[in-house]
């Protein structure tokens, strides 16, 4: 026979504790990425592609997760993403680039 579990008053952490385990819990490979990041944009600027409109969507992204607001990771995805709502009649071929560009307008005819 098996010995019944002594039980939980609520199953939770203290807060205190909770703060830490959340932080402790991905705080490393958080770190990594954020250095990956940095890397990356170290090496587009050194070959000079900072121009490339991903790049400039990052560094707006950037903005983004050190403004205080909630709803970072939101708010990125949709300041990364394709906001039209209606599919291209021609397609680009860009569908899958990561950030969104607004399509250039079409020269017009003098």
Request: hydrophobic share 40%; aromatic share 4%; proline share 8%.
């Amino acid at each position: 026979m098996t010995k019944p579990r002594p039980s939980r008053t609520s199953g939770r952490l203290p807060a205190a504790a909770a703060q830490r385990a959340v932080v402790d819990h991905s705080f490393v490979p958080v770190r990594a990425k954020l250095i990956e990041v940095a890397a990356f944009l170290d090496r587009v600027e050194r070959y000079g592609a900072a121009g490339d409109f991903r790049c400039a969507a990052l560094r707006q992204a950037a903005k983004i997760l050190v403004d205080g607001k909630p709803a970072r990771a939101r708010r990125i995805l949709e300041q990364l993403s394709d906001p039209t709502t209606q599919p291209d009649s021609i397609t680009s071929g860009k569908a899958a680039l990561g950030a969104w560009q607004k399509p250039s307008s079409p020269k017009r005819a003098k």
